[in-house]
């Protein structure tokens, strides 16, 4: 574990160490507000209909090779 109060020991020099990029220990998620759960939830359903359509469809060998 990276520790900020290590003053012997530099968190560039720790994070190389651990092998973690410096940028993930100094990442913050960020939240998200309920009109982007929204349409990640819409475009997840749609993709998946998608899917299941395109599953459904059975392709002849000269309709792949066109």
Not at 47 to 65: D, G, M, P, S
């Amino acid at each position: 574990m990276i520790e900020e109060e290590n003053l012997t020991i530099s968190i560039s020099r720790q994070c190389e160490i651990l092998g973690v990029p410096r940028s993930s220990f100094y990442y913050k998620p960020v939240e998200k507000d309920d009109s982007d759960i929204k349409t990640m939830n819409l475009i997840d359903e749609v993709y998946t209909k998608c899917q299941l359509r395109v599953e459904n469809v059975k392709l002849k060998y000269k309709h792949v090779l066109k």
